[in-house]
């Protein structure tokens, strides 16, 4: 968890894969630059753009990321990891690899004195109830026995075809089914307290306030890393703000 007087950073749905290598360098470029500059990184769900289990990791695309997250925990920025809904099977054994933490959905912190919730913000699409009974579903001991117990080329098979089918049922959604619930994130702030959140997710970046009580709670979105990178930076007044990379 971030000290006090420290610098924050928070990342997700970067969704790299080996046919996306302009972005996985920007990653590696921000990971030797704007991090180091960091005390902490927070990395929210969907690094990749799909994991089919942890011993992918002898593979060179993951083990490339794993040794670069280790490379910046090794420089002095903690690194914490969430599971998505793309990499819901990240585990220890990545964890150990990247040197990093791999924290339960939702978690919360005291950043620098602010409660803050950090979650990857899947649940709370809960207007998508077919996107929640699936994530339900493979979050479940048993299927994902069954689906580890499969080679290495089944399960990636099987990734491709659900992330094919994902595409698919989004064009017959509606943006507002896809979007957080308003009642969700109220429902959020009140069982945890908390005066901010942070979440990505849905690709639509901005920072929300909400009126709860006498308190108006701040929510930030993250952007995806489809066409550029970005991050959000919270240094140790207690200041968030977006940044975008530059082009590298």
């Known amino acids: 968890m971030p000290e006090a007087g420290s610098t924050a950073l928070f990342v997700s749905d970067l969704h790299l894969s080996p046919e996306r290598p302009g972005i996985t360098e920007a990653f ?37 990321i794993a040794a670069a997250l280790a490379a910046l925990a090794n420089s002095g920025c903690s690194v914490s990891l969430m599971q998505g809904n793309r990499d819901f099977l990240m585990g220890e054994r990545l964890a150990r690899a990247a040197h990093a933490v791999l924290l339960p959905d939702p978690t919360l912190i005291d950043l620098d004195g ?13 207007d998508d109830p077919d996107y929640q009974n ?24 099987i990734a491709l ?17 896809m979007d957080v619930a308003e009642r969700a994130v109220l429902d959020a702030f009140r069982r945890y307290d908390c ?20 308190r108006t709670r701040e929510r930030w979105v993250l952007a995806d890393w489809y066409s550029h990178g970005s991050y959000l930076r919270c240094d140790s007044n207690g200041n968030c703000e977006s940044v975008l990379l530059d082009k590298r």
């Not at 990184?41 to 994991?51: E, Q, S, T």
């Not at 117990?149 to 089944?154: F, P, R, V």
């Open 28 to 64: 590696f470029g921000f990971l030797r630059d704007e991090a180091r500059r960091a005390s902490s990184l927070f990395i929210l769900g969907d690094l990749f753009d799909y994991w089919v289990g942890d011993d992918d990791l002898e593979a060179p695309f993951p083990a490339s």
């Open 114 to 126: 602010i409660s803050t919730l950090l979650l990857h913000g899947d649940t709370l699409c809960i």
């Open 134 to 157: 699936f994530r339900a579903k493979v979050r479940t001991a048993g299927w994902q026995v069954d689906f580890l117990a499969k080679s290495l080329a089944e399960r990636r098979a």
């Open 161 to 177: 075809g659900l992330r094919a089918d994902s595409r698919s049922s989004q064009k017959a959604k509606s943006e507002a089914i």
């Open 195 to 214: 005066d901010r959140m942070i979440h990505g997710h849905t690709h639509r970046p901005a920072r929300h306030e909400h009126r709860i009580g006498n």
